[in-house]
C-alpha cells in the first residue's frame, strides 16, 4: 500500500513540477504516473552506478556533483518518455531540484501515514 500511495505522491508532485516551473511540461496524469516510475526505476538502478563513477568529481565538488547527476537522470527521463518534456539542461537542473523538494515532503508524509 505503501508503494502504491508513494507512487501517486511522486506522480502529484511531478505534476507539481511543471505548474511551478514553465521549463517541465507533463501532459496528463498518466503520462505523470509513468515518468514518476521511471524516475524511480532510474534513480534506483543507474543513480549509483553514477555516483560510483563520478566519485572523484563529487568529492572535489563537495557533492555538488550530485545535483549534475539529478538533473541528467531526471533530463533521461523526459527524454525516454513522450508525455514529459524538459526543455534543456537548465530546464532539468531546476526541474529535479523542485521535484527532489516535493519528494522530501512526499517522504514525510508517508512517514506520517506509514510508520515503521
Do not use: C, H
Not at 23 to 50: C, D, E, H, K, Q
Not at 85 to 95: P, S, T, Y
Request: proline residues 3%; without cysteine; glycine residues 6%.
Amino acid at each position: 500500500m505503501k508503494l502504491i500511495v508513494n507512487w501517486l505522491l511522486s506522480a502529484t508532485a511531478l505534476l507539481a513540477v511543471a505548474y511551478l516551473y514553465s521549463g517541465v511540461v507533463v501532459t496528463s496524469f498518466t503520462a505523470a504516473l509513468l515518468a514518476a516510475a521511471v524516475l524511480g526505476a532510474l534513480n534506483m538502478v543507474v543513480r549509483p552506478i553514477l555516483i560510483l563513477l563520478t566519485l572523484p568529481v563529487t568529492v572535489v565538488t563537495l557533492g555538488l556533483f550530485l545535483f549534475v547527476i539529478n538533473a541528467m537522470l531526471f533530463w533521461a527521463a523526459a527524454s525516454l518518455l513522450s508525455g514529459l518534456d524538459v526543455r534543456g539542461f537548465g530546464a532539468a537542473l531546476v526541474g529535479s531540484l523542485i521535484y527532489s523538494a516535493l519528494q522530501l515532503a512526499v517522504d514525510f508524509v508517508l512517514e506520517s501515514l506509514f510508520p515503521n
